[in-house]
């Protein structure tokens, strides 16, 4: 019998044993409460239409609400997935390999701007990895593979693609309760991504992870997205250096200027940040630090770095480090490549006037 000895089935059979599944499970009394409380408005014919039927509850009392993916990084059991799939701090999170040993997961660290988090397992002897790439060299049209645990359900699948974007830019929700939060950078392919394989390594014609599966588009045919490798290579170093994720703090919330904003609120420039906290109707709204409540109020973080430095409510940061502001250049995109103690010089409009300041960048805490 002939072999098909195709490059894919060569990544395939090298990358799979290191990707793994995860099911999030929730104790059934609380899963239940929750559904009781969200439905408490409905109007419900049958309300045993909405009990969580007795077959789905194990011998512990715990219910499977849903399912995710990652990959294994370290032979030591240290695993990348995303932040969303493990969102939830009363779910229990179960890992299987791919050749269904089960681990217990505990969580070492969640990104608090990109959807990334690392996970980890003990072991009782050393696990395959996945090497990890540059997202830096990541070409459109390369050709790509996604693997995970599709829809929660098919383990161990594969699907294949090419690069089909660059730095694409998006607003996703983690769930329908949960608001929009911007994910910017991302790696566009037409890989097939299902929900289930969020977390999965997107790996390139060598083998190496390049990005973390992350988003699909619903209403969209083969379009998804990867946060690029990168991040987690940056996010692994802290961890390891420091035993936490260190990412640097300007404490302010923004929008976006563009020509459209400009008319709308009679702004005197068509470029850079407009300091607010005010929930403007914009696509390119986002609330820099979600985590101060008094950001989304004033657009300023009290005792942050941006109100030390003399930032105020309304002000337009027309410039990073002596580049415009824009859609296409964020304030967030210039923190990406930056860590805590550097100093980020700003060029700022307050009225018509502009003036000169430097942030010390803090760590987010």
Request: charged fraction near 25%; proline fraction near 5%.
């Amino acid at each position: 019998m002939l072999k098909d000895n195709s490059p894919v089935i060569k990544i395939v059979k090298k990358t799979l044993p290191a990707v793994i599944s995860i099911i999030i499970s929730k104790d059934a009394k609380e899963v239940q409460k929750e559904l009781d409380q969200n439905l408490s408005q409905v109007p419900i014919m049958n309300p045993d239409q909405t009990k969580i039927p007795k077959e789905a509850i194990d011998a512990n009392g715990m219910v499977k609400i849903g399912g995710g993916s990652g990959f294994v990084v370290n032979e030591n059991g240290t695993i990348l997935t995303n932040k969303h799939v493990i969102a939830d701090p009363k779910a229990e999170y179960a890992i299987f390999t791919s050749n269904g040993e089960k681990y217990e997961a505990e969580v070492l660290a969640r990104d608090p701007i990109n959807d990334v988090a690392i996970l980890k397992i003990k072991p009782q002897k050393p696990l395959p990895v996945l090497l990890l790439g540059d997202s830096t060299r990541v070409e459109l049209g390369q050709s790509v593979l996604a693997f995970g645990n599709a829809l929660g359900i098919f383990r161990n699948t594969v699907s294949s693609g090419i690069v089909s974007g660059l730095s694409r830019s998006i607003a996703a929700q983690a769930d329908p309760t949960a608001p929009p939060q911007e994910m910017r950078g991302l790696i566009q392919t037409d890989a097939a991504i299902n929900p289930g394989n969020s977390g999965g390594p997107l790996v390139d014609i060598f083998g190496k992870a390049i990005g973390i599966n992350a988003a699909l588009l619903f209403g969209a045919q083969n379009i998804g997205f990867a946060i690029p490798i990168n991040h987690a290579k940056r996010d692994l170093e802290d961890l390891w250096h420091y035993g936490h994720i260190k990412r640097p703090l300007l404490g302010i919330s923004y929008v976006t200027v563009d020509e459209n904003l400009k008319a709308k609120m009679n702004l005197p420039v068509d470029y850079g940040a407009l300091v607010t906290g005010e929930m403007h109707e914009h696509k390119n709204i986002l609330e820099h630090d979600p985590t101060h409540r008094a950001c989304a109020r004033s657009g300023i973080v009290m005792d942050s770095p941006a109100h030390k430095a003399g930032i105020r409510e309304k002000d337009i940061i027309l410039e990073c480090n002596g580049e415009k502001l824009g859609v296409e250049k964020t304030i967030q995109d210039f923190l990406e490549d930056l860590k805590v103690g550097d100093t980020l010089a700003l060029k700022v409009m307050r009225g018509n006037k502009e003036f000169n300041a430097k942030v010390l960048l803090a760590e987010r805490k």
